[in-house]
């Protein structure tokens, strides 16, 4: 069992930057893939950002790729999501998943965090 606790969402106007934390506890947080995922209202939950345990391989989706980064860090048990350049089509609730191997598909996690909400205003 993996629990994770999302951090650093609010309110931005467009152009401007964000960072989200996720905290990790239970089982060694190291030995998973950590991904970000969104959702709109109304909208399906959507892939951002994905990253293996060993932080050797990225992946993102085309909408963010330039202007967002993930990292991690093991040893804090945490990843990060670094938002910049952000649009109001960023305007969303951010979640952090875990599963032992990277995947763009939502439904192959089984371990989710509450959400953060991110606003980005024009």
């Not at 293996?52 to 990843?79: C, M, P, Q």
């Amino acid at each position: 069992q993996v629990h994770l606790v999302e951090s650093g969402g609010g309110s931005v106007q467009a152009g401007g930057s964000l960072r989200l934390s996720c905290a990790a506890s239970g089982r060694t947080f190291s030995s998973y893939a950590m991904a970000w995922f969104r959702q709109a209202p109304g909208k399906e939950r959507e892939f951002v950002a994905a990253i293996t345990w060993g932080a050797e391989r990225t992946l993102y989706a085309d909408s963010v790729k330039g202007r967002f980064t993930i990292s991690r860090d093991n040893a804090k048990s945490t990843v990060y999501l670094q938002m910049n350049s952000l649009k109001p089509e960023d305007t969303a609730v951010y979640y952090c998943a875990a599963r032992q191997t990277v995947s763009e598909r939502p439904s192959q996690y089984a371990f989710w965090g509450q959400g953060t909400q991110v606003t980005v205003s024009s």
